[in-house]
């Protein structure tokens, strides 16, 4: 049984607030149980947009995981810097981002960057700079399976759009991929429900490819609330996520993966407004503030708190007229969705057995490191 103060921080008057806090070895067992998860790790492409870490992405590296998935220029310079092998821009590119991606494949040569299409327009762009650059540009067509945010419809017009791909100068068509975030149901079943017929249009697609005389395609797909459904699949890459730092959503929503929450962000109490009301140093500036107060972030070591308001620099609770916090008491805060918050950090704090000894950059957090 989980420790109920895992979170405690020896050290923690040494920690200005609000901070963001990572635990080393808590990380380390993610790793290890997301890669026990699947019987062949070839099959993992993680996606770095929760960490936004190059020290994160090199632990996954030394522990064996030589594919990755992200979703900026940033994230994608950040992995090249790290040498990761193979990295996917799962983004549609257009725009100075088409020249910027150019330049990052000739500045990191030892990794092998593809990103998506789902148009004829973009595949003529990106064959154009590709000639241009004396390049081969490697991409993957974008299905759109449910999200409705980009991608081709499956069918017989994505087909003829994969082919006429696949003939264009200056692209190698690898595969296809699939992101179907709109599964996000609590309940395993209804999950898997949902899941199936998606599963049944990637494997009738490969085979429509494989067919018509292509290449077998390589199929990229899921995030974190499918990924027990695609691990089971011999034929597919999986990019989780959130696996990697767990937040309270998804230790709510998804109990069959038992991953460890290994990030917190550290908040003080700074006014004693009223004898039931706590101000925190903790606003929307600190915590991913996307959803509802009250869905926020989950305070460890005040359960029951009552969220009252919340502005760029504080955050009001109702703990009751016994709660026992003083000015300057630190409280424990478990993000509900962990990536946005990450993003709102320069730095993370490191612990090691509960104290804190070191401090890692969040290098992908911006929108240009170099490139």
């Known amino acids: 049984m989980e420790e109920k103060t895992w979170y405690t921080i020896k050290n923690v008057a040494q920690l ?3 901070a963001l806090v990572f635990y080393a070895d808590r990380i380390a067992e993610n790793i290890k149980r997301l890669k026990q998860s699947i019987k062949d790790i070839s099959r993992l492409r993680p996606h770095v947009k929760t960490h936004k ?22 994230e994608a310079e950040m992995l090249g810097m790290c040498k990761a092998p193979d990295v996917l821009l799962a983004y549609q590119l257009t725009g100075p981002k088409i020249d910027r991606f150019i330049k990052l494949i000739r500045s990191y040569p030892e990794t092998q960057f593809s990103c998506l299409f789902d148009n004829e327009i973009s595949t003529a762009e990106y064959s154009a700079a590709a000639i241009a650059a004396g390049l081969e540009l490697s991409v993957f067509a974008d299905l759109n399976v449910g999200m409705n945010r980009t991608g081709i419809l499956p069918g017989e017009a994505c087909l003829a759009l994969y082919k006429k791909a696949s003939d264009t100068p200056g692209l190698i068509v690898k595969g296809f991929h699939a992101y179907d975030g709109h599964i996000h149901d609590a ?23 494989i067919t018509s005389g292509m290449p077998q395609p390589v199929i990229i797909a899921g995030g974190t609330p499918t990924f027990p459904f695609y691990a089971g699949e011999e034929s597919v890459e999986c990019s989780p996520g959130t696996f990697i730092l767990w937040d309270k959503g998804y230790q709510d929503a998804f109990t069959e993966q038992s991953y460890l929450t290994a990030a917190v962000v550290i908040t003080r ?3 004693l407004t009223q004898d039931n009301l706590v101000s925190l140093d903790l606003g929307h500036k600190s915590i991913a503030a996307e959803n509802e107060l009250r869905r926020r972030v989950f305070f460890l070591n005040a359960p029951d708190a009552v969220f009252v308001s919340q502005s760029e620099e504080h955050l009001v609770l109702d703990l009751g007229t016994k709660h026992g916090f003083s000015i300057g008491d630190v409280l424990y805060g478990l993000p509900i969705h962990i990536c946005p ?14 104290e804190i000894k070191d401090e890692w950059e969040i290098t992908s957090r911006t929108r240009k490191i170099t490139i």
């Not at 918050?341 to 730095?347: F, R």
């Open 53 to 74: 870490s190059a020290a994160v992405t090199s632990l996954m590296i030394n522990a064996g995981i030589t594919k990755f998935k992200c979703a900026t220029i940033a």
């Open 16 to 18: 200005d607030s609000p």
């Open 187 to 209: 309940s395993y079943d209804v999950r898997k429900e949902k899941w199936l017929p998606i599963w049944n249009i990637l494997s009738q697609i490969s085979k429509q490819v």
């Open 341 to 354: 918050t990450v993003a709102l950090y320069n730095n993370a704090s490191i612990a090691y057995n509960q």
């Open 269 to 271: 109490v700074i006014s």
